[in-house]
């Protein structure tokens, strides 16, 4: 009896180190696709403010971006977004994209509170379906990737990040690449 106890515990704990070894396999495969996608600005759809389809590349167009995906409850996101807003003048040749998956309804309070929706160079879109979520992998917000003017990804960061490194690389990325 106690061989064939033992027996089916090696048998479990080598199952168990080959499921762990699996798992660790897929996650590094699935962290390298993410890597390799997003090198450059998806090509997805999603709707704006007004519920109208627009596509992320034709709305960024040949501007560095800066693309934003953030929660309208979350305090460290709450933090970014207004000290984007403070600064958001100096935005002004570049395309902010902000990507929520919250239904409208409950963001148009906290965007309206920014006071930035208006500029023309500002995007707040919904990701309904986390199609954006998904290309980026997307862990914590806020999540933030900076892409210069052709479309080619220059910078990632989660959590808070300064302005001065945000406009900086913008700045220093703005011509699209040839």
Same mark, same amino acid.
């Given at each position: 009896m106690r061989k064939l106890l033992l027996i089916f515990l090696s048998l479990a704990l080598?199952?168990?180190?080959?499921?762990?070894?699996?798992?660790?396999?897929?996650?590094?495969a699935n962290k390298e696709l993410i890597q390799s996608q997003i090198i450059r600005l998806p090509d997805l759809d999603l709707l704006d403010l007004d519920g109208?389809?627009?596509n992320l590349n034709l709305l960024?167009?040949?501007k560095s971006s800066l693309l934003v995906y953030f929660n309208s409850t979350c305090e460290i996101c709450q933090m970014e977004l207004?000290?984007?807003?403070?600064?958001?003048?100096?935005f002004d040749s570049h395309a902010l994209v902000f990507v929520t998956v919250q239904p409208l309804e409950e963001?148009?309070?906290?965007?309206?509170?920014?006071?930035?929706?208006?500029?023309? *160079?500002?995007?707040?879109?919904? =990701?309904s379906?986390?199609? $954006?979520?998904?290309?980026?992998g997307v862990k914590g917000v806020p999540a933030l990737f900076i892409y210069?003017? *052709?479309?080619s990804l220059v910078s =990632?960061?989660?959590?808070? $990040?300064k302005v001065d490194l945000l406009l900086e690389q913008l700045q220093n990325h703005n011509e699209p690449e040839l």
């Open positions: 080598l199952s168990s180190l080959i499921y762990l070894g699996f798992s660790f396999q897929q996650k590094e109208q389809s627009v960024v167009g040949n207004n000290s984007i807003a403070k600064r958001i003048v100096e963001v148009m309070d906290f965007i309206h509170e920014l006071g930035i929706s208006d500029r023309e *160079s500002v995007h707040f879109l919904i =990701d379906e986390m199609e $954006v979520a998904g290309y980026y210069d003017g *052709s479309g =990632d960061y989660t959590g808070p $990040v």
